[in-house]
């Protein structure tokens, strides 16, 4: 199997296993379970494929469609026996998020030959399910969390541009741009990694504006 298709199978099976996981924390029935890692593991490169206007990667192939639905029936039964589901669900966004960074940068590279497009079609892939399933579901968002997130999307798709810009092997540079945006948000995940956040100042008293 080529590689790059078994890195899109996989990371689209933990980012449905995410949205299941939410729907466990909701206590909804398998429909939600269903609907949350349908829109969790596909809305990402749903909205890849509408940028790039290509055709949505779903209905070309209906394998993602089934993979969501057993992924979300899976977690329906087994998700009671797991005690910290929110930890999980981190844990299981990190490997989609960095399986999906670099799927999104090379269908972006593929579609465009920009590096600049790359990194962007990247980074949405890897984020925008998981965006969808913290509204959704009303969790806090990811993207709100203190630790590093987006950026851990944008490493995994510059390691992999890079990489195959200079003519590195493609199965080899998705690897390494994988375990790279998986180092970087499970260190996050783990020891609370964080660039600097804007830090609002006082604002000038009135006297000395006028």
Known sequence: MNPLLLLDYSGIAVFAATGALAASRKELDLIGFIF????????????RDL?????????????????????????????????????LLLWFDA??????SVLGAAKGLVASGSATVALVTGILTATFGGVLRDVVAGEPSVLMRPEVYVSAALVGAAV???????????????????????????????????????????????????
């Open 36 to 47: 949350l890692a349908g829109i969790t593991g596909m809305g990402g490169g749903t909205l």
């Open 51 to 87: 940028i790039i206007d290509a055709p949505v990667f779903w209905i070309l192939n209906p394998t993602y469609i089934v993979i969501c639905a057993l992924v979300a029936v899976l977690v329906f039964f087994t998700a009671p026996m797991v005690e910290y589901r929110y930890r």
């Open 95 to 100: 490997v989609g998020l960095a399986a999906y």
């Open 160 to 210: 992999f541009t890079g990489m195959d810009i200079a003519g590195v092997d493609g199965t080899i540079a998705a690897l390494v741009a994988f375990a790279a945006a998986f180092l970087v948000r499970g260190g996050a995940i783990r020891y609370g990694w964080t660039i600097p956040r804007y830090r609002p100042r006082p604002g000038r008293p009135p006297e000395e504006l006028q």
